[in-house]
């Protein structure tokens, strides 16, 4: 079977906006009832998981227009080492609770990881060590900006324990580059991406976004052939959101220049086209990987995961997220720190922890969950685990939702048969539509009007 197939008036039809399930509940569903007690408990209901390690770098040199991150804007480079200080109260309070644990990855992302001086990335990663047990074969991989660092730079970060790295490159043409506020070299990238290969970095990443100021199909298909030349092992192609009532910084992208609904639907369906001839796999949403790479490996065997750090072949691991904004998901519960600096700051400074909301999840959540998981990992579902799991029977438990399911089983993206649910080459594309029938929080329409659209 084809891994895709292009209907575009089915993809028209169901192209509204829905989640992207990072998680779920999705973090509209958090709180401020969650408590620390919540977290210690949920620290210690699965003590042989494994733990991951996301750490939030929010500094940045320069504004890029279209970003929705939480970040800071700097050139004052003492202001990491305050930050520093900060995170490590925090590590030091959190860590006693994950002792016994294991690590088997570690992310940072921001902001601008690499933003932080050789010296200071050295400090944070020996807080990590001196904190936490890292497994030898631990994932440890960095999000880089290529704009405002040295070549010498990689050498440092594969010394002190990165294996994997993800750049932004988004787009080479100059004059979308200019209208986000993002002139980048590209030689410079590829570069990069050379000294990553000779050093032994196990992965390399490259984020595109389409929907971008100026961008046509003509120049979009520009850069994604400088892309293919350069050969990352993955390639991530985000559909930019633009959303400038709540991210101050897109207010400075025109309307009148973004292209038109028409031609960003073109541009995703040459790229996927075009990454298709160049022996990219589809793995979903977002993202494509080379058929040798884990990522579409674990796919093949049914045993994809999917956190707040994307697709990943971990086997189920707590998350716990470090500095400001960081999500945490421990248990059956997600927790997110406070997403103010200065609050951050004081919280830290006060308890040293930075605690702001979260969420316990009920059966019926992480029955759910599990669900959504199974659909957007490996476009197929099997009902006799999750019966199993939960005790329960599939078609009755879910009948609202198969209903829901079944104009897009009618409309071919889905098949259902009475042991399974398998996403049709046609309805990979629109897998957040498939996921939203079983989404009881996300089916509102007004809440609906919080994400980004599906394409």
């Not at 196990?202 to 994604?224: A, H, K, W």
């Not at 029955?367 to 199993?388: A, G, H, M, S, Y």
């Not at 809440?447 to 980004?452: A, E, G, Y």
Request: include cysteine; proline fraction near 4%; charge should be neutral.
């Amino acid at each position: 079977m084809s891994e895709i197939i292009w209907d575009l008036a089915l993809i028209q039809k169901y192209n509204h906006s829905g989640p992207r399930y990072t998680s779920y509940p999705t973090a509209l569903e958090f709180n401020e009832s969650y408590t620390d007690k919540d977290f210690q408990q949920a620290a210690t209901r699965y003590p042989t998981r494994p733990l991951s390690l996301y750490v939030h770098i929010p500094f940045c040199h320069k504004l890029c227009y279209f970003c929705a991150c939480n970040k800071t804007i700097t050139r004052h480079q003492h202001k990491v080492e305050i930050y520093l200080d900060y995170l490590e109260k925090e590590i030091q309070t959190r860590a006693p609770l994950f002792r016994h644990r294991i690590a088997t990855q570690i992310h940072w992302g921001g902001g601008t990881p690499t933003y932080l001086s050789e010296q200071q990335s050295a400090r944070l990663m020996q807080m990590l060590k001196e904190n936490f047990t890292i497994s030898d074969k631990a994932e440890i991989s960095i999000e880089m900006d290529p704009r405002e660092i040295e070549l010498s730079m990689l050498d440092h970060l594969y010394k002190i324990g990165f294996n994997r790295i993800s750049m932004g490159v988004q787009d080479f043409n100059k004059d979308v580059q200019k209208a986000v506020n993002r002139e980048q070299d590209e030689e410079f990238v590829r570069e990069l991406l050379i000294r990553a290969r000779e050093l032994g970095f196990r992965s390399t990443n490259l984020d595109l976004i389409y929907g971008l100021p100026f961008q046509t199909v003509e120049s979009f298909m520009f850069t994604l052939h400088k892309v293919i030349e350069l050969n990352p092992d993955r390639l991530s192609v985000f559909n930019y959101a633009h959303l400038p009532s709540r991210f101050a910084g897109q207010a400075k992208i025109k309307d009148k220049d973004l292209p038109t609904p028409e031609t960003k639907l073109t541009i995703l369906q040459k790229t996927i086209e075009t990454l298709g001839q160049a022996n990219y796999r589809f793995i979903g949403m977002d993202h494509f990987a080379k058929p040798n790479d884990e990522l579409a490996i674990a796919q093949q065997k049914g045993i994809l995961h999917r956190n707040f750090q994307g697709y990943t072949t971990q086997e189920e691991c707590d998350l716990l997220g470090l500095g400001v904004s960081a999500i945490s998901l421990l248990g059956d519960t997600y927790a997110q720190n406070q997403k103010d600096l200065k609050q951050y700051y004081t919280h830290v400074e006060e308890t040293g922890l930075a605690l702001h909301k979260g969420l316990v999840m009920t059966q019926e959540d992480c029955l759910r969950r599990d669900v959504i998981k199974q659909l957007i990992c490996n476009f197929k579902l099997d009902f006799q685990p999750i019966e199993q799991q939960y005790q329960i029977d599939f078609k009755t438990h879910f009948a609202e939702d198969l209903a829901l399911l079944q104009p897009l089983a009618t409309d071919g993206l889905v098949d259902i048969n009475d042991n399974a649910l398998q996403v049709s080459a046609k309805g990979r594309l629109l897998i957040r539509n498939i996921c939203l029938c079983f989404d009881t929080y996300s089916r509102q329409q007004a809440k609906r009007q919080q994400f980004s659209r599906i394409i």
